[in-house]
């Protein structure tokens, strides 16, 4: 029988593969967070901190991770999140995503940032799709994108919201790699150390199609972005705001999403404007350092609207016992980020389907070892939450301090 792990047994091994395949910018344009990266590596710590307080000699024969989204029966309890530079890691690496996510029947999300136009990845992966908008300050032009998503037959239009402004990735400043891709002093080095991308990936794009570029975007925004003083004020969108959210309910009739929810009272506001769902997220820890991590974030935001909306959560999900975590705190479903990008970074479709049966066949294994046979049975009863001792820090060393003084002051 053919290998098909691509001697990847878990998504660390993938991660590796992929770093060993990419351009050191592009693999960390994929990889790292923003500024400090206290939120991407928070973001795996909240994961870790939830403890299984597994149950035994429950038969779980014949189990399964089936669940139903927006009326539809799902076989997986994950998500093809939106992440922008799937086509840059691999050739038309989009396509092949959205063709692991429909051989597997989980939606596939395409975003606006894509390298492959909406209308060519339903045409040539099919499947259950899903689509991606930022929103532009010229509001016009993002309602044809959304016409064109609804024109194009998706089921879901997700508005992304926490990027009010561009991150401060200062590791992408160094390495040079923007949209539109082009040679720069900074990124040659990277490229030229990576042959195999650049022939694979780069010209293979260069001799079919041109340079890859944002293929959603309408040709007269193209032509802004490469016209570089128009770019940054026409990619601002810090005047979004809830009326936004509103138009675009009048203007989609599927389901609708907000992605990038942290608070209760944001995910109540999205409720209100008449969302279907809110995605918890900080965008895999790459918009604002510092932001707490979504699974700490879920309770709360469940306690506000999980009776009103369907409730996802993504950031940080690399096994499949947070995918589990995320289901047993209340979590409808879970949206892969990194997961599947290093995936296809790996081996194009093959390695996103192997991204997607690794978190399978985890996700299966954790169910059954904690005692689980369905995804309806799991709560919060299955969890433990370490209470965190104050470690032996020098703020605790100085309140031990002040106590003493206190102490003697009282005794002097
Ligand atoms: C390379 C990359 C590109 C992304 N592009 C987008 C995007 O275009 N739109 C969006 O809403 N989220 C985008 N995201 C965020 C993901 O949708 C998701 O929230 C995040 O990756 C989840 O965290 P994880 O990678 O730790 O799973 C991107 C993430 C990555 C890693």
Not at 76 to 103: D, K, M, N, S
Not at 261 to 277: E, F, Y
Not at 330 to 337: E, M, P, T
Request: proline fraction near 4%; include cysteine.
């Amino acid at each position: 029988m053919a290998d098909n792990t691509l001697g990847a047994y878990n998504i660390a091994d993938l991660r590796e593969i992929a770093r060993r395949r990419l351009p050191k910018g592009m693999f960390e344009f994929v990889d790292r967070g923003t500024e400090d990266e206290l939120a991407l590596a928070n973001n795996r710590a909240g994961f870790e901190r939830i403890k299984f307080r597994p149950r035994t000699l429950v038969d779980v024969s014949g189990r399964n991770q089936e669940i139903t989204l927006f009326g539809k029966k799902s076989p997986l309890p994950f998500v093809i999140g939106p992440t922008g530079t799937a086509g840059l890691l691999w050739y038309q690496g989009e396509i092949g995503l959205a063709r692991a996510a429909a051989a597997a029947g989980i939606p596939f999300t395409v975003a606006l940032n894509s390298m492959t136009s909406m209308e060519t990845i339903a045409e040539r992966a099919g499947g259950r799709l899903w689509f991606q908008l930022y929103m532009w300050s010229d509001r016009a032009l993002s309602h044809e994108i959304v016409a064109r998503a609804k024109a194009a037959g998706f089921e879901a239009l997700i508005i992304t919201v926490d990027g009010a402004v561009a991150p401060n990735r200062e590791y992408g400043h160094r390495n040079g790699f923007e949209m539109p891709f082009r040679f720069n002093r900074h990124n040659v080095a990277g490229v030229l150390a990576r042959p195999g991308w650049l022939f694979n990936v780069l010209l293979r794009y260069a001799l079919a199609s041109g340079i890859p570029r944002f293929e959603n975007y309408p040709p007269e925004v193209m032509d802004k972005l490469t016209a570089r003083t128009l770019k940054r004020s026409f990619l601002k969108n810090d005047s979004l705001n809830w009326e936004d959210i509103r138009t675009l309910r009048k203007l989609w009739p599927g389901v609708l999403m907000v992605k990038g929810i942290l608070h209760p009272q944001d995910a109540a506001l999205a409720a209100d404007c008449g969302a279907d769902a809110v995605i918890v997220s900080n965008h895999g820890g790459r918009m604002l350092d510092s932001s707490i991590a979504p699974i700490d974030a879920l309770p709360e935001v469940l306690d506000a609207v999980g009776k009103r909306l369907t409730v996802m959560v993504d950031s940080g999900v690399r096994r499949g016992s947070d995918v589990v975590k995320a289901l047993a705190l209340g979590a409808q479903a879970v949206l892969i980020g990194r997961a599947t990008l290093y995936g296809t970074a790996a081996a194009g479709e093959a390695g996103a389907a192997r991204a997607i049966a690794i978190l399978r066949e985890e996700t299966d294994r954790v169910m059954a070892l904690i005692g689980a046979r369905n995804v309806a049975a799991l709560n919060r009863e299955f969890l433990h939450f370490a209470v965190t001792q104050p470690r032996d820090t020098g703020h605790a060393a100085v309140e031990t301090g002040l106590r003493g003084v206190e102490a003697l002051t009282r005794i002097g």
